[in-house]
């Protein structure tokens, strides 16, 4: 049974920083197939969930979103099967419930359709 635990949310001020944590159960995390990888999403109220940053695990390679690139780092380790998003420079409009997402369907990186398995979520809240 696969499961992805989620934590490491919480408050923090406009420019503070948080490290989001995912850990993976039950899932070949590294993979040579060149598909698969491990993402985050967010969701703030009445919007739509979208992508963060994703890891294509068995090759290192990562993408983001326009919108946290050079402030939002992901990174995975290996030995504990676990991602991190480290975030940094925190904006109020950063504040959302964050997602660990794993999948290996073909297509678009930030489609959350394209992901097999998600995480319950972890809650992200940044003041002004």
């Known amino acids: 049974q696969v499961q992805l635990v989620e934590s490491g949310g919480g408050s923090v001020q406009a420019g503070g920083s948080l490290r989001l944590a995912c850990a993976a159960s039950?899932?070949?995390?590294?993979?040579?197939?060149?598909?698969?990888?491990m993402g985050w999403f967010r969701q703030a109220p009445g919007k739509e969930r979208e992508g963060v940053a994703c890891?294509?695990?068995?090759?290192?390679?990562?993408v983001y979103a326009g919108s946290v690139k050079g402030r939002f780092t992901i990174s995975q380790d290996n030995a504990k099967n676990t991602v991190y998003l480290q975030m940094n420079s925190l904006k109020p409009e950063d504040t959302a419930m964050y997602y660990c997402?794993?999948?290996?369907?073909?297509?678009?990186?930030?489609?959350?359709?394209?992901?097999?398995?998600w995480g319950q979520g972890t809650q992200v809240t940044v003041s002004s």
């Open positions: 997402a794993a999948g290996d369907v073909d297509g678009s990186w930030d489609n959350p359709s394209r992901y097999n398995y």
């Open positions: 039950g899932y070949t995390y590294r993979d040579t197939y060149r598909g698969k990888r």
């Open positions: 890891i294509y695990t068995g090759l290192g390679i990562t």
